[in-house]
């Protein structure tokens, strides 16, 4: 499998949502979370993707490191948490969260799919989506666990 390239929109520890606004081509404060509510890991999205709900298709780096905003990085695919999003005005949208690896990641380097980490990993991040959709009034549905191969058929056919 190639490589995908991530652009990070909120880094891991992050209590602040930023979100990048192509027209302005910057990082834009969009929300301050709840006091003890973090993103677990870098959190952005995938260059060159479209999503069903319009967006960039969303990534989880997992890693050692706590990067950027903007920051971007070549990443290989190890899997998906195939979504469903159910907006507050009841529109239900796939919205997928693909995991990756960064290609120079020490910590992570033998890990190539979801079931090399640790269950725990992979639930606190599903409970983490859960908990930041129901603050904003919204609702996220884990559907299945997808593999690597499986996750990276899902980004190349949302290519733009």
Same mark, same amino acid.
């Given at each position: #499998?190639?490589?995908?390239t991530?652009?990070?929109?909120?880094?891991?520890?992050?209590?602040?949502? &930023? !979100? &990048? @606004?192509?027209?302005? =081509?910057?990082f834009?404060? *969009?929300?301050? #979370?709840?006091?003890?509510?973090?993103?677990?890991? !870098?959190?952005? +999205?995938?260059?060159?993707?479209?999503?069903?709900?319009?967006?960039?298709?969303?990534?989880?780096?997992?890693?050692?490191? =706590? $990067? +950027?905003?903007?920051?971007? *990085? !070549?990443?290989?695919?190890?899997?998906?948490? =195939?979504? %469903?999003?159910?907006? %507050?005005?009841?529109?239900?949208?796939?919205?997928?969260?693909?995991?990756?690896?960064p290609?120079?990641?020490?910590?992570?380097?033998?890990?190539? $799919?979801?079931?090399?980490?640790? @269950?725990?990993?992979? $639930?606190?991040?599903? &409970?983490?989506? #859960?908990? &930041?959709?129901e603050?904003?009034?919204? =609702?996220?549905?884990?559907?299945?666990?997808?593999?690597?191969?499986?996750?990276?058929?899902?980004?190349?056919? $949302?290519? @733009?």
């Amino acid at each position: #499998m190639e490589s995908i390239t991530a652009i990070i929109e909120s880094p891991k520890g992050s209590g602040h949502k &930023y !979100d &990048y @606004e192509p027209e302005s =081509k910057c990082f834009k404060l *969009m929300k301050v #979370m709840p006091a003890g509510l973090v993103f677990p890991f !870098d959190f952005g +999205f995938i260059t060159g993707t479209k999503g069903e709900d319009g967006d960039p298709l969303d990534v989880i780096v997992i890693s050692e490191i =706590k $990067s +950027f905003p903007g920051c971007c *990085m !070549d990443c290989r695919v190890i899997g998906s948490i =195939k979504a %469903e999003q159910t907006e %507050e005005n009841g529109e239900t949208v796939r919205n997928d969260r693909h995991l990756a690896v960064p290609e120079v990641s020490q910590l992570f380097k033998d890990v190539d $799919s979801i079931d090399h980490l640790p @269950e725990g990993i992979i $639930s606190q991040i599903e &409970y983490f989506f #859960m908990n &930041y959709n129901e603050q904003a009034g919204k =609702k996220f549905e884990v559907l299945e666990r997808l593999g690597p191969e499986e996750a990276y058929e899902v980004i190349k056919a $949302s290519r @733009e």
